[in-house]
């Protein structure tokens, strides 16, 4: 599908506030109400937009501490699970206190980002939880100070 200026505008407003309603977007850029309400549905029709969802001041609701964590994964304990790094991706990403889960290049496999209430419930999510998971060969975690 064909994107042009007129749908990555639209969607930058959305990635900045998806609760706007279709008229305040037509407004905020100057485009007929009805031509942002037909492309947000093609966009949506088309997959572009997958879902809506919500930014959360994370302190707030008690998530204090964040952290990236590589995770360097064991091939051969995959193999002999029959097991794949996909498998374990999605496995992690699972858990709830994991925001996202990342396969990538380089000296790390995977790389995920967690959220906690505190220090020692980062310890007990990498010592308790991560590091017995099968497959998991070894962990290096760095604690996020801010974020932008």
């Known amino acids: 599908m064909d994107l042009d200026r007129k749908d990555f505008a639209i969607l930058d407003v959305l990635k900045e506030n998806s609760s706007l309603s279709t008229q305040k977007i037509a407004r905020k850029l100057g485009i007929p109400i009805t031509t942002v309400h037909n492309r947000i549905k093609r966009l949506e029709r088309e997959k572009i937009i997958r879902n809506y969802t919500v930014n959360i001041d994370n302190p707030k609701i008690g998530k204090n501490v964040s952290a990236f964590i590589l995770v360097a994964v064991d091939y051969k304990l995959l ?17 709830p206190s994991v925001e996202e889960a990342s396969m990538v290049t380089g000296a790390t496999d995977i790389i995920i980002k967690v959220r906690v209430s505190d220090i020692g419930s980062l310890s007990e999510f990498v010592t308790r939880y991560l590091r017995n998971v099968d497959g998991v060969e070894k962990t290096q975690t760095a604690v996020i100070l801010n974020e932008f």
Do not use: F, M, P
């Open 79 to 95: 193999k002999e699970i029959k097991s794949s790094q996909y498998e374990l991706a999605r496995k992690i990403r699972s858990n």
